[in-house]
T-cell receptor
Framework: NAGVTQTPKFRVLKTGQSMTLLCAQD?????MYWYRQDPGMGLRLIHY???????AKGEVPDGYNVSRLKKQNFLLGLESAAPSQTSVYFC????????????FGAGTRLSVL | AQTVTQSQPEMSVQEAETVTLSCTYD???????LFWYKQPPSRQMILVIR??????QNATENRFSVNFQKAAKSFSLKISDSQLGDTAMYFC???????????FGQGTRLTINP
């Protein structure tokens, strides 16, 4: 039972480079989320999706884009990476049921030099 | 906007002891959900326990229980008979009903010593 899988697990970028983080879930969940975690802080929501083909901005969306072309996948893109985007990125998903439980991936550690 | 505050950055107890982690939150909402997540060194965020605001009964999951005080906007986590595997960062989180965003506290680093 894979749950939520994030690739890659680690990445180092130079300022100005671009990259895409992939999140895949096998639980048939409607909702998917991208968070970032910085030292001394809890997770903050970047973007989210309430279903295939939909995306919406979260708390800290600037510098990121997302796409949800397939229900099971949610991609997070950095078009021109900046050192301020050095962080650990978490993907999460949840079903549309009343429990409102978000299930998280193992995270991607990104360093931008 | 909702905020979640965890006032204990670090805690340390001996194995088998009971420990309580504090969490307070600020909201004007009446219907919401509260969560405790555990983040071990592996970095995986794992749900520990969940509470619905409309339920007066405190949630329990084996050795984990909460003390939910709605009027005081307090949601503490009690870990009984602590084990070495409980060593982790613990995050308190809030989500209002119908919303998408989980609002997290800053976390409490808990160390269980042998």
């Amino acid at each position: 039972n894979a749950g939520v899988t994030q690739t890659p697990k680690f990445r180092v970028l130079k300022t100005g480079q671009s990259m895409t983080l992939l999140c895949a879930q096998d639980m048939n969940h409607e909702y998917m989320y991208w968070y970032r975690q910085d030292p001394g802080m809890g997770l903050r929501l970047i973007h989210y999706s309430v279903g295939e083909g939909t995306t919406a901005k979260g708390e800290v969306p600037d510098g990121y884009n997302v796409s949800r072309l397939k229900k099971q996948n949610f991609l997070l893109g950095l078009e021109s990476a900046a050192p301020s985007q050095t962080s650990v990125y978490f993907c999460a998903s949840r079903s549309g049921g009343a429990k409102n439980i978000q299930y998280f991936g193992a995270g991607t550690r990104l360093s931008v030099l | 906007a909702q905020t979640v505050t965890q006032s204990q950055p670090e805690m340390s107890v001996q194995e088998a002891e009971t420990v309580t982690l504090s969490c307070t939150y600020d909201t004007s909402e009446n219907n919401y959900y509260l969560f405790w997540y555990k983040q071990p060194p592996s970095r995986q965020m794992i749900l520990v326990i969940r509470q619905e605001a409309y339920k007066q009964q405190n949630a329990t999951e084996n050795r984990f229980s909460v003390n939910f005080q709605k009027a005081a906007k307090s949601f503490s986590l009690k870990i009984s008979d602590s084990q070495l595997g409980d060593t982790a960062m613990y995050f308190c989180a809030f989500m209002k009903q119908g919303a998408q965003k989980l609002v997290f506290g800053q976390g409490t680093r808990l160390t269980i010593n042998p």
